[in-house]
């Protein structure tokens, strides 16, 4: 019997399918293994009248058995194949396109209805070898990396009067706000240990609030001292200055303050909770950029983690965008936020914004505004720590001018200050003595405010505020506000009581 009187039929249950790609399957049946050698011109007439019923596919599944010893011996001529039929794992000669039809027209014949016709395949239409494969996979598994705006290191600017507006003629330059913290993008990166999994993150109950904080008075206290330091020597193009010894305030310097009470109590707990329920920690503060980021980064440096996701300083507010209506815009917030894919689900009605300043918002965006108590915590930083009338002799005129000047528009320098070495009038004299006088009242005045601000509680009201809901759904944070400020009205009662 040769191979050709085969009256092959093999039932569906033989086989083991295997999807490819769109040509259909290929059969790994030990069954057919005497025929996956055959060259293309030795293929087998199979059709579906050859085993109308699952009864006749056994009956010729025992015949391939018994003429398996025989086949073999004449599959050995399939040695002469090429060598791309001979290694191909996917290859499949017309001998296996009529296999195929014979098992549709087997189990089209169980139903009853084997009236399907032999399929037709080209071998163009026949699967892509391994390689290819494995070249699609890669493919549609590669993941593109688009760098992000904040991916550059910040731009390098100088700082305006960083709490207050320096006149114009102290030409002191500005910087240009960058809408965020560039550097904060690279911080939150290395904080990922500090992060659960997004698919755990996502379930948190509070990952629908943002949460705004303003900086001078809420978070921190009063840095007008240090901001005014750090603005004299920083901003200032000293064409002499001490060697080994920095320009302005360091985060490092910054820290000390923070540590003796310049950071309001309760801060630290109040951001491990909204870390916990998975809230996003946004700074709006009308400070000026590189002042606001260096006491950013010290607060992070005492908290542990990089709490803030974004930062927006002075160019943020109506000082950069005079269309504002106030001061603040929540909806300037969001609107930054929305180019941030994982933060276009914010709103302003998802925002709750604390500032010590009841007028920071707009009236449409008011009711979102919570006014906490003004942190006055102070200490002095006397801005001529480095900057001695000996550093002055060494730089030019011009220079040393715009410094005295400064300094006197401040009020942290004596009135005459402004003349230098010159000789002082007895007026001149007397308003010296008095601008002392009137000095060591306000120091003070601002230290006694450091015992009762020790004793704050505002930042320990909003943490139990949160606490007391597991979860913050849409009706929940569209009451949040209005909870804090009757949270904070008796807290406040309470101290005075």
Not at 193 to 215: C, I, R, T, Y
Not at 270 to 296: D, F, M
Not at 351 to 372: I, K, P
Request: proline share 5%.
């Amino acid at each position: 019997m040769t191979k050709q009187d085969i009256p092959l039929c093999v039932s569906s249950e033989d086989l083991d399918h295997e999807a490819h790609d769109s040509v259909g399957m290929y059969i790994k049946s030990p069954a057919f293994m005497p025929f996956r050698g055959l060259s293309l011109s030795e293929s087998l007439t199979l059709t579906p009248s050859a085993c109308p019923s699952k009864k006749m596919a056994e009956s010729s599944s025992v015949k391939i058995a018994e003429e398996t010893e025989e086949t073999v011996k004449e599959t050995a001529e399939s040695d002469k194949l090429t060598a791309a039929h001979k290694h191909s794992k996917y290859h499949k000669s017309p001998s296996m396109t009529n296999v195929l039809d014979a098992v549709a027209a087997c189990q089209d014949g169980e139903s009853g209805a084997a009236q399907s016709a032999p399929h037709q395949l080209s071998p163009d239409l026949l699967p892509a070898d391994h390689k290819l494969k494995l070249q699609q996979q890669a493919q549609e598994q590669q993941i593109e990396v688009v760098p992000t705006e904040g991916s550059s290191s910040p731009k390098q600017g100088t700082l305006d009067h960083t709490v207050g507006t320096v006149p114009s003629w102290t030409k002191l330059r500005k910087s240009r706000s960058m809408m965020d913290v560039s550097h904060h993008e690279e911080k939150i990166a290395a904080a990922e240990k500090f992060s659960l999994p997004k698919a755990v993150v996502e379930q948190k109950p509070g990952k629908s609030l943002l949460f705004v904080l303003d900086m001078d008075h809420t978070m921190v206290g009063n840095l007008v001292a240090m901001s005014d330091r750090d603005n004299i020597e920083t901003n200032i193009n000293w064409n002499f200055w001490p060697e080994g010894v920095n320009r302005g305030l360091t985060v490092e310097e910054i820290i000390p303050f923070l540590e003796r009470g310049m950071l309001r109590p309760g801060l630290i707990q109040l951001l491990q909770h909204l870390h916990t329920i998975g809230s996003t920690v946004v700074v709006y503060t009308h400070s000026e950029k590189r002042w606001a980021t260096k006491v950013c980064e010290a607060m992070e440096h005492i908290a542990g983690w990089k709490f803030i996701t974004r930062l927006f300083s002075r160019m943020d507010c109506r000082d950069g965008h005079p269309h504002f209506l106030a001061r603040k815009s929540l909806e300037h917030v969001v609107m930054q936020m929305h180019e941030e894919p994982d933060f276009r689900w914010s709103k302003v009605e998802q925002s709750v914004m604390f500032d010590d300043d009841n007028h920071a918002l707009n009236g449409t965006e008011q009711c979102r505004l919570v006014q906490v108590p003004s942190y006055d915590y102070w200490e002095p930083c006397p801005w001529n720590t480095t900057i001695s009338e000996e550093v002055m002799d060494k730089n030019d005129e011009e220079v040393v001018d715009m410094a005295r000047r400064s300094v006197v528009e401040w009020g942290i320098a004596a009135p005459s200050f402004v003349k230098g070495k010159e000789a002082r009038s007895e007026e001149e004299t007397e308003k010296d003595r008095k601008w002392t006088e009137q000095q060591r009242r306000k120091t003070n005045i601002l230290l006694s405010y450091n015992k009762v601000a020790k004793l704050d509680r505002v930042m320990h009201s909003l943490r139990e505020v949160l606490e007391e809901h597991p979860v913050l759904d849409e009706t929940a944070l569209e009451a949040l506000p209005e909870k804090f400020r009757v949270a904070l009205g008796d807290a406040h009662a309470a101290a005075a009581a």
